[in-house]
């Protein structure tokens, strides 16, 4: 007995693969990987033309190989079991993968919450700005209407001072007080 093919796949995705004798594998290995997710079982046997395809379904992952006989499950059954990719090890790459694409989860929730943090922050100094810049346009309006009204108040002054610097005049010319 030869096991003359191997294969990881996530999904139909074949991710390593391995033909140890000629032939065209990849056809076939692609129907048993589209079976396999079908069943969803975690072992399974499928005979295909001259050959029986083994597999192994852990978490998403098939593992698969292709032997020439029909009769020994034993063989394939251990080494599908005895696979690098299959040992729960500390450091699988799995686990590391997925504890990786957690940890980028928490980043990024917490670069989003920072982010509506300052967003916030910004926001309240906008809005602090734009009431400074209403109140300094409308202390800008009294004072505009206190000068005018000194203007007008200051107009009616000269006014009154020429009419009465005018009015002494006359009233001075009139009584020959002022040589003519």
Request: aromatic residues 8%.
């Amino acid at each position: 007995m030869t096991i003359t093919y191997s294969c990881v796949a996530n999904g139909r995705a074949v991710l390593a693969e391995l033909a140890l004798a000629g032939g065209s594998y990849q056809e076939a290995a692609a129907t048993v990987l589209r079976l396999v997710l079908l069943r969803a079982e975690p072992k399974t046997i499928i005979h295909m033309g001259s050959f029986v395809y083994h597999t192994l379904f852990i978490d998403g992952i098939t593992y698969l190989c292709a032997t020439d006989n029909a009769l020994d499950t034993i063989t394939p059954s251990a080494f599908l079991t005895n696979m690098k990719y299959n040992k729960n090890q500390d450091g699988s790459s799995i686990s590391t993968l997925k504890s990786q694409v957690t940890d980028v989860k928490n980043i990024m929730s917490q670069n989003i919450d920072e982010i509506l943090e300052s967003e916030k922050r910004l926001n309240i100094y906008t809005d602090r700005t734009g009431y400074l810049q209403t109140t300094a346009k409308e202390s800008q309006k009294p004072r505009k209407i206190l000068r005018r009204i000194w203007w007008k108040h200051f107009k009616k002054i000269i006014i009154i001072t020429v009419v009465i610097l005018l009015s002494i005049i006359i009233i001075l010319l009139s009584t020959n007080v002022i040589p003519t």
